[in-house]
């Protein structure tokens, strides 16, 4: 560790190696489609896809299919 001007920085030393990580599987529920199909009038189809294309996140999902932007 060496601090200097009141900021702390630390060096790290090793053997480097890479792993691919698993990306978990996104799950949508009966319920999540429900709801965003209650929320904007949307097909199951369209609701599902929104929700896949927000990565499972319903508010996003709701706002893509009413055409608003975050």
Same mark, same amino acid.
Not at 15 to 22: D, F, G, L, M, V
Not at 40 to 63: F, P, Q, W
């Given at each position: 560790?060496?601090?200097?001007?009141?900021s702390?920085?630390f060096?790290i030393?090793?053997?480097?190696?890479?792993?691919? *990580?698993?990306?978990?599987?996104?799950?949508?529920?009966?319920? #999540?489609?429900?709801?965003? *199909?209650?929320k904007?009038?949307?097909?199951? #189809?369209?609701? *599902?896809?929104?929700?896949e294309?927000?990565?499972?996140?319903?508010?996003?999902?709701?706002?893509?299919?009413?055409?608003?932007?975050?």
């Amino acid at each position: 560790m060496i601090e200097m001007q009141g900021s702390k920085s630390f060096q790290i030393t090793g053997k480097i190696s890479e792993a691919e *990580r698993e990306t978990p599987s996104l799950e949508i529920t009966a319920d #999540d489609i429900s709801m965003v *199909r209650e929320k904007t009038g949307a097909s199951e #189809d369209a609701a *599902r896809s929104a929700l896949e294309e927000s990565k499972g996140d319903i508010a996003e999902a709701i706002m893509k299919l009413n055409g608003e932007t975050s």
